[in-house]
Structure formats: C-alpha cells, structure tokens
C-alpha cells in the first residue's frame, strides 16, 4: 500500500548566475558603501573605507543610504550605486533580517555587474549560505565578522574593520597576489 | 483463522499508517508536531472550497521569493489540519502574509523572533468555528489551531525560513506555532476591528500583525481609571522597548477581555478614546531609558501615534486581564485582506 503525498515546499525557480567580474586592481578604484541604517553601521563602514583608502590605494569613496533598514534595497538606488562605484560594500549584517537582506542587495549589484561584498558575522553564516543558493548565485563570498558587531564600541569595532578589509580586498580582486596578502593579516576564514 | 488473518491486514495497515506519520515527524517539511499526510483527494478539496484555479500564483513568499500557488497553499493548509471550509480564510490570510507592508521575511527571520498574529473578524468566524471567547489564545479550537499553524508551516517550506538557518529568531515564542484569534464581535460594545480598517458591515477579514508573545495586563481594582494605568504601565516597559533599533517604534495590539471592556465602556470609553489617552500617556522616561539605552535625548512615547495601537476585544466572560503585544518593528505593518468566498475572479 502506497501513500502518494503531495510536496509543501513550492517550487524554486531560480535562474543561475555567475558573480560580476572582479577588479584587476584597486588603486584608483571607486568604493561605494551601502549603509543600511543598522546601529554603527555607516561608522563601521567609513572605518573600512579608511583603512581601504590608506592602505590599498582605493580612490574615491561615497556613502549610500537605505531608510528600508530590513527590507531589500529599490532598484532606483541599486542603480545609484553602481553608476557610481567600481565595487561596493555593504552592511551591517549582525542580525537575521538585516543580514541576509544586505547579501540580497549585494547579489542584485553583482548581477549588475560590479563586485559587492556584504559583511556579516558569524552565526548567520548557515543562513546565508541557504540564501545565496536561493538567489541563484551559490559561488557568492561574503565578508565574516566575529559576532557581535553594530553594538561595540569603537575600539573594537575599529578592531573588526581591520580583520574583514583583507576579506574584502582578497573576495574583490579575487587574485593569489591579494590572497598572500590577506594570509598576512589575521582575519576570520572567507566563507566557500 | 480467518479472524487473525483479518487482524494481520488490520496490523499492517495500522503499521504503515504510523511509519508514515513518524517519518512526516522527522522531516524537514515539519514544526515538530504530527501532520495531516496532504493526500491529493483532501488538496484538491480544499483547492475547491478556495474558489480559484490550484495552479494560480498568489504572489511570492519571502524570503525565498517562491511563487506560491493555491495548490501550494492547501497542501500546507491541509497538513496543519486544515479543513477545506477554511480554505477563503486561509487564502485572505497568506495574501496579508506576503504584503510587502507586513514584511514576513523580517517577521520571520529577525533575531526578535516575532510570529505573525492572525486575528479574524466577521461572519466566517461563526461559519468555522473560530473561538474568540475563553483561552482565546489557548489550545482547543481547531480552526484557531490549525490556520495558526498553517501560517508557520508556510513560512517554514514556502518562505523556506528554518530555525537556525534563515530564521534567526533567539528565542522565537510560543505563537510561533499557532497565533490565531478571532474578534469577539457579538459581545463587544466597540466597532470591530475590521470595519475600523476600512471594511464594511457584513464583510470577513483577516488582520496579520507581527507580534512578540503577549504580555499580560492584570488588574484587578475596579476602576476604568486602573485598567487603563495597567495598560499604559505595561506598554511603557524600557527592558522591551529597544528604542534606538530596528526593532522599536513598532505597532502594537491591545486584547481586552470582558470584564475590563464593561468596565471601560460603562464609564464612556471606546477603541478611539482608549488609543488616544494610551498613546499620549506611555512613555518611557529619560533616565529609565538612559540605563536600558546608554543614552537618551528626553523621553520616548512607545507609540508612534494613536493608529499603531491596533484594540480587540476577544477572551474569555470572567477574568480581568488584557493582553499587550508589542509589535516586531516600525517595518512591518498590519495587513487587512476581505475575506473571499465561492469562484473567485483571479
């Protein structure tokens, strides 16, 4: 005797894409910075922007702003973005909504063709992961923080910027060269 | 012989029937509790009493963005243990659910662990047997049951929000396995909810909102003036507040059972006044916010305005006790969807 049941879990129709071409190199490139309205999340990412100015010769620098904290950002401003960027990071991530709707907004900006790395931390990783494959871009990196993140204060969160900037430098050039480079530097593991 | 043989068959029907049910119980398409096996018969039933096409798309559920069709719905509905009759409740409800303003994703997948409240209002109440009186938000009526947990088994396989995956709630809560409650409209003086939110007289809805659990407004002296101080005091709490986050400035929703509606109404208050008053009165002092927020620039009112307080009369005839539940966040916003009965247009 067989039971025939039917399936609860719809059906995923997810067109595959690859993630956008990396930079060959990051001097002179435009950073944009994708601040979504997370506690310390604009400071955060200024941080990272300093330390990506000073040390890996990144040109210009503007900030961006979702007032959509946890919802995905319009595509007017995905647009903005990329009309003024060469790659792009966004953030904060350090909850359950707001992380996986920066790497949501990421991967749309990848699929517009520039890099954009999200940084996260560490116990959304699982989520993440799911949510990647969701989207149709399973090879999508992502930048780890330990946890917790936006709540810090600011020596530490200094702290925090200098171990995930290696991970965007190696996610963004995606070359051996910045990869020996961010081995140098202590950081949390790039996530596969 | 003839007998042990018949017992045999009878055994081994049963056993197949159990082994089915264990192994539903440990899948990945489950909350833990048994489900009702989603046959094609009882999907194809409900599908029916939905008044639409299985195959036609109600919209996308995030955060997966699947497209979720009517038949999808049943499926889910049935396993819940749905009767077909709830099937235009159920359809209203999962339309509110995958409103943009309501932000299932959020409600779903935040740290804060919310659970989307579902609250029905109308004559479909009485049609199902939704309970709107005694343990309203207790066990023992199916169809409170039932198309409360069919709201979490769609999350979890159509939204594809698993705990510790998507959903990153920390502690989640009770509701997030079944939060349904219907408006006790026969016994309230005040208008209900629905009809507040822009339907007419003779019209069923179903309002989501999502909602912390409840938290218990227990007063017990018998002065309007009392119940409305435990009202204000409750929703003015700084430890729930968390002010300079995402997950403050929220909606919010007040349950008023019997005992303290009578006592409100008798000295002239209704769901306006009562908001009114409520919304100018909680407010959360400087420096209890100071010590909860590392700092503070004055105080802060809970409520927005007067609207983010949505009121329900529902619970049961004795007991002076309401109910306050605070919303997940300012981004998600309660949803209001007409009921639908009979062939619908699509």
Redesign the interface.
């Known amino acids: 005797m067989v039971f025939e049941l039917m399936n609860p879990a719809g059906n995923v129709n997810v067109r595959v894409s690859k993630v956008a071409n990396r930079l060959r190199v990051l001097k002179g490139a435009r950073l944009g910075l994708l601040d979504n309205g997370k506690t310390n999340a604009a400071k955060f990412l200024n941080m990272v922007a300093d330390i990506l100015v000073r040390e890996y010769g990144v040109g210009a620098v503007k900030m961006f702003s979702k007032d959509t904290l946890a919802k995905p950002a319009s595509r007017e401003l995905l647009h903005a973005i990329i009309a003024d960027s060469d790659f792009v990071v966004t953030g904060l991530g350090d909850c359950g909504s707001c992380s996986t709707n920066s790497v949501h907004d990421s991967i749309e900006i990848e699929k517009l063709g520039i890099p954009a790395v999200a940084v996260c931390t560490e116990p959304f990783l699982p989520g993440l992961d799911a949510l990647t494959r969701m989207r149709g871009m399973p090879d999508y990196k992502f930048a780890v923080s330990p946890h917790p993140l936006g709540v810090l204060f600011d020596d530490e969160l200094k702290g925090r910027a200098q171990l995930v900037v290696p991970q965007i430098v190696q996610i963004v050039l995606g070359s051996a060269e910045s990869a020996q480079r961010a081995a140098t530097t202590a950081s949390a593991p790039v996530t596969p | 012989m003839k007998i042990a043989a018949v017992r045999d068959e009878h055994e081994q ?1 049963e056993a ?1 029937l159990i082994q ?1 049910l264990e192994s539903q119980l440990d899948s990945e ?1 489950g909350d833990g509790l048994p489900i009702l ?4 018969q009882s ?1 194809d039933a409900f599908v029916r009493h939905a008044g639409m096409d299985g195959a036609h798309v109600l919209g996308k ?1 995030r ?7 009517v ?2 719905v049943a ?2 509905a049935i ?1 819940a243990g749905c009767k077909p009759g709830y099937a235009p409740v159920v359809v209203a409800m999962v339309r509110a659910l995958m409103d ?1 303003e309501f ?1 299932v ?2 409600v779903a ?3 804060k662990g919310s659970a989307p409240l579902v609250i029905v209002n109308g004559p479909i109440r009485r049609e199902i047997g939704i309970n709107c009186r005694g343990n309203v938000f207790g066990p023992g009526f199916r169809a409170n049951a039932t198309i409360g947990r069919a709201v979490r ?1 769609m999350i979890l ?2 939204g ?1 929000a ?1 705990p ?6 920390t502690l989640g809560h009770p509701g997030r396995f079944s939060y349904c409650i219907g408006e006790d409209e026969e016994d309230s003086p005040w208008t209900p909810l629905h009809l507040e939110r822009g339907l007419k007289a003779g019209e069923s809805a179903v309002t989501v909102f999502g909602g912390e659990s409840l938290r218990l407004v227990n007063v017990h002296y018998n002065s309007a003036d009392a119940v409305l101080a435990g009202i204000v005091s409750t929703l003015a709490c700084p430890g729930i507040l968390n002010a ?3 997950t403050g400035r929220s909606p919010h929703v007040l349950v008023l059972a019997k005992e303290h509606r009578d006592l409100l109404n008798a000295r002239g208050w209704n769901k306006a006044r009562i908001r009114e008053y409520v919304a100018e009165r909680a407010v959360i002092p400087e420096e209890a916010l100071k010590q909860v927020a590392g700092e503070a620039d004055g105080p802060l009112a809970v409520l927005q305005k007067p609207e983010d307080l949505l009121i329900v009369a529902a619970g049961g005839h004795a007991g002076r006790f309401a109910a306050i539940i605070p919303g997940w ?1 300012w ?1 998600s916003q309660p949803v209001t969807v007409r009921v639908q009965t009979g062939k619908q247009e699509q």
């Open positions: 029907v197949r089915l398409w096996p989603p046959t094609h999907v559920f955060p997966s963005e699947i497209e979720v069709s038949r999808d499926i889910n396993m943009e932000d994703w959020g997948c935040s740290t088994l396989n159509l594809r698993r510790n995956e998507l959903d990153k709630g300079g986050n995402l966040s981004q």
